[in-house]
């Protein structure tokens, strides 16, 4: 349905937006990964059509839209603060869009019912924002941004301003919400958990272009160069001579480097890497090492809670394959 062709977007001699391609599909959620300053809310701003492009389309069911203003572009725009009115209740900021369209009030007090089920909210509808927790004002603000049903749902970091452990669990919860109201929806952050979380696929965006797209267990599994292996979260990359014997030792063939999460190297008295403690953790869930492989050098490693390591043990570890990703040579990705 949405659809950008070589989006290009400059102000003077900078380049944000560097001739981005993506497409998107009805129903599904498209991520749009990247750090800080890397052209992603430009992008974001350019498909509802605050920012001009120039040069190249966006296209929404094969229409382009260059030339159509945001009002009448039929998307909504979530950013991650809400920005609700907080002298109106609940209901009354849900509402908002539907009176301005001069909806019905006995159908404007149905949606609005029927959207704050959706988002977990009912009996919620005359409490005003000041009283509600940062995820229950995110959700009355994914409830106003469904309310008139919009064909695109622009989310601008939507939990970023959450802390950690509400961030993880609203994380599902949205994405059961736009799930189950069957909206299409263009994400943008620089949380790779947000965009795990909420997202169909993938777009990995770095200095105004993108360097990878796919479905995100593709992404997750091949990343494209060490920078954005780092980015999606693995722990490490490792080259050369560490790389072929951490790739041996994974009974795989070797290639220039391998990126490994935390726990892909694990405790195992009958395991091939050698090594010595440098130092254990001890978390909720196991025992987290940095050890000095040989040969390898320093690398992560986890044990089961209640292993006793110390640092200066030696110790023996296997390699889960499931954990790490072999990188491309570059220019053959």
């Not at 059509?49 to 945001?70: F, K, V």
Request: aromatic share 4%.
């Amino acid at each position: 349905m949405l659809a950008t062709s070589d989006a290009t977007v400059r102000y003077g001699d900078t380049t944000a937006v560097d001739h981005v391609s993506l497409d998107l599909d009805s129903g599904q959620v498209l991520a749009v990964l990247g750090p800080s300053g890397c052209g992603k809310s430009t992008l974001l701003r350019a498909v509802a059509g605050l920012e001009p492009l120039t040069a190249g389309s966006i296209s929404w069911d094969g229409a382009d839209l260059a030339g159509t203003p945001t009002h009448k572009r039929g998307f909504a725009l979530m950013f991650q603060d809400g920005q609700l009115f907080t002298h109106l209740s609940v209901a009354r900021n849900v509402a908002y869009a539907l009176r301005l369209r001069r909806v019905p009030s006995a159908q404007v007090v149905a949606r609005v019912a029927e959207l704050l089920e959706l988002v977990g909210l009912s009996g919620y509808a005359e409490r005003l924002p000041g009283t509600l927790s940062g995820g229950e004002r995110q959700r009355v603000a994914l409830a106003r941004a469904l309310a008139v049903e919009p064909r695109l749902l622009l989310l601008d970091e939507p939990l970023t301003a959450l802390d950690a452990t509400l961030r993880e669990r609203l994380a599902g919860d949205l994405r059961s919400i736009l799930q189950a109201a069957g909206t299409t929806a263009l994400l943008v952050t620089h949380d790779h958990e947000e965009a795990f979380a909420l997202a169909d696929r993938l777009a990995v965006m770095r200095a105004g272009r993108v360097v990878q797209s796919g479905a995100i267990d593709e992404v997750w599994r091949e990343p494209v160069d060490e920078d954005t292996a780092l980015f999606l979260g693995y722990a490490r990359v490792l080259r050369d001579e560490a790389a072929t014997r951490v790739l041996a030792a994974a009974g795989l063939g070797s290639s220039y480097a391998v990126a490994l999460r935390r726990s892909a190297l694990v405790l195992d008295p009958a395991g091939p890497v050698r090594g010595v403690v440098e130092s254990a953790r001890v978390t909720p869930e196991q025992v987290r090492l940095v050890v000095a492989g040989d040969g390898i050098g320093a690398v992560d490693a986890v044990a089961p809670l209640g292993s006793r390591v110390a640092p200066g043990d030696e110790v023996t570890l296997r390699v889960d394959v499931t954990r790490l990703a072999v990188l491309p040579i570059v220019g053959q990705a």
